[in-house]
């Protein structure tokens, strides 16, 4: 078949229809009667009140049940001045012969902890090894000769007492600088 003209017309019998562009309109008529459905049934139908279940008789033994039910702890009456109560240590816990023993020889493995820190920071392995080493001993063997005696401390006094706390403080530092030394000589 030949090609038509551009002036020619083309026959309309083999063409489809062209669709228009944009929205059926119904489609907002639609939405406003989906909208307006809703709407009438949650109005009129609502949720039906559900009963509250009857409490059923469980057969299930209940181990605690002859137990008193547990109140929170009472707040000791004070004379308002709102601090909590801390168990006192007697005077001079720190007087204690074991400690006074366990501070000494910590302050000789701190002698060498300082030497090893230098040596370290010469680069002089050797000595760093030698020093580390000893430092560790007299560290851990003050730690451990206290280490009862503050479990002891604090079930006694807690560990809010002041006294406690530098006990405590005193053992930390000695087993921090226990770590160091492990991480930082030979084995």
């Known amino acids: 078949m030949p090609r038509p003209q551009p002036n020619q017309e083309e026959p309309e019998r083999g063409r489809r229809p062209q669709r228009k562009s944009g929205l059926n309109p119904l489609i907002p008529l639609l939405v406003v009667v989906v909208l307006a459905g809703g709407g009438a049934i949650a109005v009129l139908g609502g949720k039906p009140k559900k009963e509250e279940p009857k409490a059923e008789v469980s057969t299930k033994p209940k181990p605690f049940a002859d137990l008193p039910p547990e109140a929170p702890p009472s707040k000791a009456k004070s004379s308002g001045s709102g601090r909590i109560f801390v168990a006192e240590a007697p005077e001079g816990l720190a007087n ?5 023993k366990a501070c000494k020889i910590a302050q000789e493995g701190l002698g060498l902890y300082d030497e090893a820190v230098a040596a370290k920071n010469a680069s002089d392995t050797p000595l760093l090894n030698s020093k580390g080493a000893a430092s560790r001993d007299k560290l851990n063997e003050a730690f451990e000769m206290t280490a009862v005696w ?7 006094y807690g560990d809010a007492n002041p006294e406690v706390r530098r006990i405590m403080k005193t053992r930390t530092e000695w087993i921090d600088k226990v770590r160091w030394l492990h991480k930082s000589i030979a084995r």
């Open 96 to 100: 204690d012969a074991n400690w006074i």
């Open 150 to 156: 503050e479990e002891d401390l604090l079930t006694k």
